[in-house]
């Protein structure tokens, strides 16, 4: 080995600690695109959750993310009972109820997150006039699903009809507690105990 070449060998070798802490304390163009601030402004977490399991998944997804975050919610209020809520579905079955509130200026979202429950096999209705008020083209749909036992049945089916121009990946399924079967629990242990 020449002593010119061994020279520069030592500087390499002697430069690579600070190497490392620059490689650490920057990141890379690749690590750059991922950055959660960039993200901020184009991605929008969705979710509708009237008994609170599937608001849990979008508030994980939403502070991972750093996203923005929108709670799907009916103009007139779903009742507080479970039992009367199913009535009330089955009522709205066919119909797209009003929502309370839309998200202004969906444009500026690229990749959105919408999580619901399973409703009669389904997508809950007020969650098939989000789909049909904003515009999904050219985004990123990306579902989390969740459910009382019986699986997504026509959702996803569902979901594309509504979203045709949107990409859509893999949902996340989960099947959560149902509120039925807590309430069940519960309206049988109260009738045991003395009052
Ligand atoms: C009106 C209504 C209908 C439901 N229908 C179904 C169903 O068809 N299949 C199923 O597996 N679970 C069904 N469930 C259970 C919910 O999908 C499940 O508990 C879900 O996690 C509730 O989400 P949330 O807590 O975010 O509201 C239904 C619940 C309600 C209130």
Not at 148 to 170: F, I, K, M
Request: aromatic share 8%.
């Amino acid at each position: 080995m020449s002593p010119q070449h061994d020279r520069t060998r030592r500087a390499l070798l002697s430069a690579l600690p600070s190497l490392t802490v620059v490689k650490m304390a920057f990141p890379t163009s690749a690590s750059a695109n991922t950055d959660n601030s960039l993200k901020t402004e184009r991605t929008l977490v969705v979710y509708l959750s009237p008994s609170g399991n599937t608001r849990v998944i979008a508030g994980v997804i939403h502070r991972s993310l750093h996203s923005d975050l929108f709670e799907i919610e009916p103009a007139i209020p779903y009742p507080d009972d479970y039992f009367q809520t199913v009535e009330q579905t089955k009522i709205d079955r066919d119909l797209r109820p009003p929502l309370k509130s839309s998200v202004s200026n969906i444009e500026r979202y690229q990749t959105i997150y919408l999580g619901f429950p399973v409703w009669g096999t389904t997508l809950p209705p007020v969650v098939q006039t989000f789909l049909t008020t904003h515009n999904q083209a050219d985004k990123t749909l990306i579902p989390f699903i969740t459910h009382g036992g019986y699986g997504v049945g026509n959702s996803e089916a569902l979901l594309a009809r509504l979203a045709p121009h949107a990409r859509r990946e893999q949902p996340l399924v989960i099947e959560c507690d149902q509120e039925r079967r807590t309430t069940e629990i519960v309206t049988r242990w109260l009738s045991t105990v003395s009052r």
